[in-house]
């Protein structure tokens, strides 16, 4: 069984940053591209990044680009997301995943395993 814990949310002045990390258990780790999504309150769950398993490459959504960066870490099986220049607008729930399939990297249905969430509250 996969299990994903994330860890690192909080409440921070905007402006400021954040560290989210994403523990996960298994030993296919390294074989799998994992996502950060994030869902505010009356909001659909969004697509916020991935990092795919071979080659390392990143993808943002327009709204984080920039200022976000996501990382893994394959002998600690973590994935991160160092969160810089927050804006209220990114308060909500963050989730990492693991990626199944599907040629698609930013849709909720192609991941299968998906941790519990942690608050990020930015205020004003």
């Known amino acids: 069984q996969v299990q994903l814990v994330e860890s690192g949310g909080g409440l921070v002045q905007a402006g400021g940053s954040l560290r989210l990390s994403c523990a996960v258990s298994?030993?296919?780790?390294?074989?799998?591209?994992m996502g950060w999504f994030r869902q505010a309150p009356g909001k659909e769950r969004e697509f916020v990044s991935v990092i795919i398993w071979y080659g390392g490459r990143t993808y943002y959504a327009d709204s984080v680009k920039g200022r976000f960066t996501i990382s893994r870490d394959n002998a600690k099986n973590t994935v991160y997301l160092q969160m810089n220049s927050l804006k209220p607008e990114d308060t909500a729930v963050y989730y990492c995943?693991?990626?199944?399939?599907?040629?698609?990297?930013?849709?909720?249905?192609?991941?299968?395993?998906w941790g519990q969430g942690t608050q990020v509250t930015v205020s004003s």
């Open positions: 995943a693991r990626h199944m399939s599907g040629s698609s990297w930013n849709e909720v249905h192609d991941y299968d395993y």
């Open positions: 298994g030993r296919t780790f390294s074989s799998y591209s």
